[in-house]
């Protein structure tokens, strides 16, 4: 059977200015890394152009961690796609469970911020997650289907195809979180590909990358990835050290 292709990416959240990004987009541009996996990393706004100028003509897809749904205008404090474009990044993460629960980001901006993405030429990946209370109450799958459908909601087909979806329970995320069990991924990602099934068809719902999130390590990155329909890591903590990030992608192209 051929080895499947994943998504192998880190976001830093808050943290490497451009001095620290400056020297870890170095030692990722010298990493060697399989065809297998298509690989990527998200630095801070103040250091996504510094990244993706290093990064440019590489395999590494370089992206922001969020950006405001309008062109221009008067938003203080906010970024445009267009100049998340400039920068040089080609991906944009959206509706992390930070920006949810911290700054007020709901369903509803995922979904203006999903389409202001596709119109302007950037990948969007996508982070769906259910809450501790939403896990104990057994309404993983509800929740993880409502926020699909809302954030893809107004999209064609051809444009469905183009986002990464990454679950990420808010359970599982960070020093306090716990990682999911593998049988419980197996399980939410199975029935998140019927959600997508449902709008696009099988065909077309098995090109979107289901990747997942929440405490991954080295130690169990490469469980997660051997599931079917699981088409991807992505990495917090364990991977923000380029030489994290390396252990990690080389667990699981092996
Ligand atoms: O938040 C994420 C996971 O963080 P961990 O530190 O790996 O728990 C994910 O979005 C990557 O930033």
């Known amino acids: 059977m051929p080895q499947k ?9 808050m943290n490497k200015g451009p001095g620290a990004a400056r020297d870890a987009a ?10 297998t996996i298509t690989p990527f990393v998200i630095p801070p706004f103040t250091s996504l152009e510094t990244v993706a100028a290093r990064l440019e003509n590489t395999a590494w897809h370089v992206g922001a ?17 267009r100049m998340v474009r400039e920068c040089g990044a080609d991906l944009i993460e959206l509706g992390h469970s930070e ?11 995922v979904n203006l911020k999903v389409r202001a993405a596709i119109r302007h030429g ?5 982070c769906i997650g259910d809450s501790a209370e939403e896990y104990e109450f057994n309404v993983t799958h ?3 289907a409502r926020q699909t459908k809302m954030a893809l909601h107004g999209l064609t087909t051809d444009e469905i195809t183009t986002v990464l979806l990454a679950y990420e329970p808010v359970w599982a995320i960070g020093a306090k979180g716990r990682a999911a069990e593998p049988e419980f991924v197996d399980i939410a990602h199975k029935r998140l590909r019927h959600v997508l099934i449902e709008l696009v068809g099988e065909e077309q719902a098995r090109r979107v990358p289901l990747l997942y999130g929440g405490s991954v390590s080295l130690d169990n990155a490469a469980r997660y990835t051997a599931l079917s329909d699981v088409d991807g890591v992505f990495i917090g903590r364990s991977a923000w050290d380029p030489s994290g990030l390396e252990a990690i992608i080389r667990s699981v192209a092996s």
Request: charged content about 25%.
């Open 5 to 13: 292709s994943l998504w192998v990416g880190t976001s830093w959240k």
């Open 26 to 35: 170095a030692r990722i541009a010298d990493m060697a890394v399989p065809d």
């Open 65 to 81: 961690q969020n950006m405001h749904w309008e062109e221009e205008g008067a938003w203080t404090g906010e970024i445009s796609p």
């Open 99 to 109: 920006r949810r629960e911290h700054f007020g980001e709901t369903d509803i901006t």
């Open 122 to 126: 950037l990948r969007p990946l996508i």
């Open 142 to 144: 509800e929740t993880l």
